[in-house]
Nanobody
């Protein structure tokens, strides 16, 4: 199983990007898929996640209203639209999936990092 995140780049504050997560060896349609990011010198954190059956989504408080996760089942990918980017959004963005249909949120607030498969990340740099 391999996952690959793409779509990162250099963008000015206030700009937008659309990240895409594709997989081989597994069909993402059937599993929960999460997006995570790791800023320089910081721990990896969960950003967003989408369930497979009911389509419910999770967003970290820091990205609510700016990020949107969605599935493109025709292409078997998961997209992350990121708008109104801020310098603190800078980091490597990873997608990951787990052998279950729902995202695991710890304490009702944090997305669990306990995923089965991780992809190589894509770098997002927000700078003027």
């Amino acid at each position: 199983v391999q996952l690959q995140a793409s779509g990162g780049g250099l963008v000015q504050p206030g700009g937008s990007l659309r990240l895409s997560c594709a997989a081989s060896g597994i069909t993402l349609d059937y599993y929960a898929v999460g997006w995570f990011r790791q800023a320089p010198g910081a721990e990896r954190e969960g950003v967003s996640c989408i369930n497979s059956r009911d389509g419910n989504t999770y967003y970290a408080d820091s990205v609510k209203g700016r990020f949107t996760i969605a599935r493109d089942n025709a292409k078997h990918t998961v997209l992350l639209q990121i708008n109104s980017l801020k310098p603190e959004d800078t980091g490597v963005y990873y997608c990951a999936t787990v052998h279950q249909s729902h995202c695991t949120v710890v304490g009702g607030r944090q997305l669990s990092l306990d995923m089965d498969y991780w992809g190589k990340g894509t770098l997002v740099t927000v700078s003027s």
